[in-house]
């Protein structure tokens, strides 16, 4: 996925060594995985998410959720889940993170209005698709 040039601007600080381990672990726990589900990534089964998610949790509370590269996977874990589904995270959270709520996101019942705006085009987008996901 190509970055926009306003995308690349709005986050101009250097990353330290540990945020860019944080950024590189949150893409391996979404990439599908041939021991998952087709199409599922780890974060998305129910045995793993509680492990995975606070990788998130770190990522957003560093200010990074607005780097290219965070936004660029979480689009892909949108687009994963709403294709794909998802296994609740097993665990409670705030309903505003969205990451724990991937099965509501999957059955098109988290709100929109929560989601970051480059998410919630993508939602709303499948939100209208009829076929809805989790077991």
């Known amino acids: 996925m190509k970055l926009s040039d306003s995308s ?12 860019k381990e944080l950024i590189q672990e949150w893409e391996w ?53 709403l294709e794909y589904g998802s296994d609740p995270s097993g665990e409670e959270h705030p309903i505003d993170k969205w990451w724990w709520h991937l099965e509501k996101i999957a059955q098109r019942t988290y709100p929109a209005s929560l989601l970051p705006e480059h998410l919630r085009e993508i939602y709303e987008k499948y939100k209208i698709e009829k076929k809805t996901y989790g077991r």
Request: charged share 35%; hydrophobic share 40%.
């Open 8 to 19: 690349k601007a709005e986050f101009k600080r250097k990353l330290t060594r540990k945020e």
């Open 29 to 81: 726990f979404v990439e599908p995985d041939a021991g998952f589900p087709d199409g599922w990534g780890p974060v998305q089964w129910i045995d793993a998410a509680p492990a995975l998610l606070p990788v998130r949790d770190e990522i957003e509370k560093r200010g990074l959720a607005n780097h290219p590269k965070v936004m660029e996977i979480d689009r892909q874990l949108i687009k994963q889940v």
